[in-house]
Nanobody, 122 residues
Framework: VQLVESGGGLVQAGDSLKLSCAIS????SGWSMEWFRQAPGKERE?????????????EYADSVKGRFTVSRDNAKNTVYLQMNSLKPEDTAVYYC???????????????WGKGTLVTVSS
């Protein structure tokens, strides 16, 4: 199973950005998909996730709730992370991940993407 993220970049505070993650080599609908991020000098943290059992059952970190939206398109084998009202503290490398369940912890992940950098300037 391979995960490839795209859509990162440099934006200003208050802007929006949409990340995509395409999965190959596996049955996409069989995976819960999660987004994590890692800022310089910090541990990797859960951002958002969407269950394999539903295209609407999602969980979010408190820090992004109301600003970020995770969605999946099983026909396109792709998961998305829509990020609105971005803040400088959202600056990090964002990683796409696949898991058997929606565990929201790094130890629950089966496969990781290589990450895409999001930089939010003030």
């Amino acid at each position: 199973v391979q995960l490839v993220e795209s859509g990162g970049g440099l934006v200003q505070a208050g802007d929006s950005l949409k990340l995509s993650c395409a999965i190959s080599g596996g049955t996409f609908s069989g995976w819960s998909m999660e987004w994590f991020r890692q800022a310089p000098g910090k541990e990797r943290e859960f951002v958002a996730g969407i269950s394999r059992y539903s295209t609407t059952a999602a969980e979010y970190a408190d820090s992004v709730k109301g600003r970020f939206t995770v969605s999946r398109d099983n026909a396109k084998n792709t998961v998305y992370l829509q990020m609105n009202s971005l803040k400088p503290e959202d600056t990090a490398v964002y990683y796409c991940a696949a898991a058997r369940g929606l565990y929201m912890i790094t130890s629950g992940i089966d496969y990781w993407g290589k990450g895409t950098l999001v930089t939010v300037s003030s």
